[in-house]
């Protein structure tokens, strides 16, 4: 009988326990690697820890039994004031609306400019593709600053507000966005970027009718969910004066005893915020995304 085999080389058959046996070696070899990555991992850890105990002027281990005083200072405090908690969220209703205009501006803001990078960065799409590296420079430059970091550089030139709150959150939007962006329109069909090209459509026109018809809805889905993360920005922004609910919340802890129940009012007002407009903008990204 005729020694039938299948494989790249006809007449002999696989050995199959030289496959078995290269598998379980191979198994073995990623564990090793898995455990050794786990010890260094779990070493560092641990040095870090030490190191950071040993500078720590208080010490941690000393104040680890209080570390829940002061949550529970605030809570007892704004229980026994809980009757005043409705009014505090009407105060502090304007506080949070100039919040949410500050993310929504500067993820207005942040997205065009994202758009435009992203673009521009894409390889097959890109207007210059000698520049390609430059915009993708660009962008890991703006991403790679925090929002934190560039507000306190803009408050001594613009002084304290809005604006330079604004002006940051869009900086780093851009550049977080313009990256997945530019991921999204890589998987982009070219064949009608092809046609357009044929009947002498500039580039603009190609990206406009072509592309962004294309990558629109993770577009917007990807600047809903940066549109949540601004949210919770633009209140910590607040800390380093540039407005918004995350200024009150400053001078509400600021003044300690007596004024607890402000600050738990504006996180109750601020996690409700946010977790309306999670509901909300996941549901429209599940709708964009999936369609239904």
């Known amino acids: 009988m005729a020694d039938v085999a299948f494989g790249s080389e006809q007449g002999k058959r696989r050995d199959r326990l030289n496959d078995h046996e290269t598998y379980l070696e191979m198994v073995r070899r990623k564990r090793m690697y898995g455990g050794i990555l786990l010890v260094l991992f779990v070493a560092l850890l641990s040095s870090g820890w030490l190191l950071a105990d040993a500078r720590n002027a208080g ?11 002061f949550p529970a200072e605030v809570l007892a405090e704004a229980w026994a004031k809980r009757a005043n908690l409705p009014g505090l969220f ?40 000698a520049l390609i590296p430059l915009f993708r420079r660009t962008m890991d430059a703006l991403r790679a600053i925090p929002e934190i970091v560039i507000a306190l550089v803009l408050i001594y030139i613009l002084g304290g507000g809005p604006v330079p709150a604004v002006i940051a959150i869009a900086i780093h939007t851009a550049g977080s966005l313009g990256k997945l962006f530019s991921e999204v329109a890589e998987n982009a069909d070219l064949k009608p970027v092809e046609g357009l090209t044929a009947v002498g459509a500039s580039w603009s026109q190609r990206m ?10 993770n577009w917007i889905s990807y600047a ?30 600021q003044w300690g005893q007596g004024r607890y ?9 601020l996690f409700l915020a946010i977790v309306v407009i999670d509901g909300v903008s996941d549901r429209f990204r599940h709708k964009l995304v999936k369609g239904i």
Request: charge should be negative.
């Open 224 to 253: 809903l969910l940066r549109l949540e993360i601004n949210v919770r920005a633009s209140a910590i922004l607040g800390f380093v004066g540039e407005g918004g609910i995350g200024h009150d919340l400053k001078l509400a802890m």
């Open 90 to 129: 009407l105060d502090h209703v304007p506080a949070l609306i100039e919040t949410l205009n500050i993310a929504a501006v500067s993820t207005l803001l942040g997205t065009l400019a994202a758009m435009a990078l992203s673009l521009l960065a894409t390889r097959g799409l890109a207007r210059w593709q």
């Open 261 to 269: 129940d402000q600050v738990v009012a504006i996180f109750l007002l």
């Open 208 to 217: 406009w009718l072509g592309v962004i018809p294309q990558v629109a809805p």
């Open 59 to 69: 010490g941690f281990w000393n104040g680890l039994p209080q570390v829940i005083d």
